[in-house]
Structures are given as structure tokens and as C-alpha cells.
């Protein structure tokens, strides 16, 4: 537990680092409509490297779908619980925390849409969006990392377990990736979206480490 947390903070302290220098260093106008990014010569030759593929901003769009299934099973198997023991003392405690991290997950998501650090890129039907963390990446980050640590617990078959975790992973990967290839965001962006996402994985593993694998 005390590994996974410390894992945590430090990925938090990073950050709030990249925060930090976002706010800081290079910030110049090089966005839509003459909107200011930080570390501007980082972010605009990562982006002008890769260049906008809206195609993958669809494509991760839909697959960020899939986070929703896990979430529903796991909150699934907790209301069972609650209406088989009428006790929410006798639910599992980690599917209480897999709540908790789910709740922090949208306090953030509404947030970073309320502080603006850093604008998108491109322009959204026509709007300047915030951008800063990816918030698609964030979600899916952590509700399928908390997934493959849920799946230790509740299924059986290991062959099974370790497809499903593969096929969490997969869909981590090529979010993340496709996320940055689509040229919605800035490299910036996703870095703080895996940061944040991978944090609340670790807190949330590290909380839950005592119950049976």
C-alpha cells in the first residue's frame, strides 16, 4: 500500500509540476483565435509534427464508450450486494473506493472544464474548448486501470482475467495514442491526463491492497 501511494504522489507532484510550467514557461499565442499555450515550442512542433486527424477523434470518442462498461458491471455487482445484504457496510469495500474514484474522476472532468490551462489546438464545431488534462484520456485511464485491479478480485479464471485485462490495456493504449495522433489536444495535454488517470489507479489499489486478490 505504502508503494502504490508513494507511486501516487509522485506522479501528483509531476503534476502539478506540468501545471506549473504550462503556466510559466513559453507561453505564447499559438493557439485558435490567438489563445496563449504554455511550453509553446514543446507543444506546437509535437503538433505540427503529427498534424490533425479528425478521423481518430471519432475513433477514440467511441472507444472512450467502453470505460462506461466496466464502471456499469462494478457498480452492478455493488447494488446486488446492497439489496442481498441491505447493509452498504456489507458491500465489498473496494467496490465503495471504485465509487469514490469514479466521483473523483467527474469533480475533475468539471473542474478543468471551469479552469482553463490550456485551450485545444483546433477548434470544436466551431468553439475554443479547454484542453488541459485530456479529460477522455484521464477517464479511461483510470477506470481501466481500476478495472484490471478489480478483475484480480472477481474472476476466477486466470486465463479469463488476463484476457480482460489485455483487452482494458489495448483500449488504454490505443486511446491514449489515437488521442494524440487526432490533433485535438496538445502533447501536454495527454501527458497530464495519463498523470492524473495513473494516480487515481495507484490511490485506488493501494486503499483497496488489503482485500483478497
Given at each position: 500500500m505504502k508503494r502504490d501511494l508513494l507511486a501516487a504522489a509522485i506522479l501528483l507532484l509531476g503534476f502539478f509540476l506540468l501545471v506549473l510550467l504550462l ?9 485558435p483565435h490567438g489563445s496563449s499555450v504554455g511550453l509553446a515550442g514543446l507543444n506546437g512542433a509535437v503538433h505540427r509534427a503529427i498534424g490533425v486527424h ?160
Amino acid at each position: 500500500m505504502k508503494r502504490d501511494l508513494l507511486a501516487a504522489a509522485i506522479l501528483l507532484l509531476g503534476f502539478f509540476l506540468l501545471v506549473l510550467l504550462l503556466l510559466v514557461v513559453d507561453v505564447r499565442p499559438i493557439g485558435p483565435h490567438g489563445s496563449s499555450v504554455g511550453l509553446a515550442g514543446l507543444n506546437g512542433a509535437v503538433h505540427r509534427a503529427i498534424g490533425v486527424h479528425p478521423i481518430w477523434y471519432s475513433v477514440t470518442d467511441w472507444l472512450g464508450l467502453t470505460a462506461f462498461l466496466p464502471a456499469l458491471v462494478f457498480a452492478g455487482i455493488g447494488f446486488s450486494q446492497l439489496l442481498r445484504t441491505r447493509s452498504l457496510h456489507r458491500v465489498d469495500s473496494s467496490l465503495l473506493v471504485l465509487g469514490a474514484s469514479y466521483l473523483v474522476v467527474l469533480l475533475l472532468y468539471v473542474f478543468f472544464e471551469l479552469v482553463v490551462v490550456n485551450h485545444r489546438p483546433i477548434l470544436i464545431d466551431g468553439n475554443l474548448e479547454a484542453s488541459f488534462p485530456s479529460s477522455h484520456t484521464m477517464a479511461v485511464v483510470s477506470v481501466m486501470g481500476t478495472a484490471c485491479v478489480q478483475l484480480r478480485r472477481y474472476v476466477a479464471n486466470t486465463l479469463v482475467g488476463r484476457c480482460l485485462q489485455g483487452t482494458a490495456m489495448l483500449v488504454v493504449a490505443i486511446t491514449v495514442l489515437g488521442r494524440l495522433y487526432s490533433g485535438v489536444h496538445w502533447f501536454t495535454d495527454i501527458v497530464g491526463g495519463v498523470l492524473l488517470g495513473s494516480a487515481i489507479v495507484l490511490v485506488f489499489r493501494g486503499a483497496t491492497s488489503g482485500e483478497g486478490q
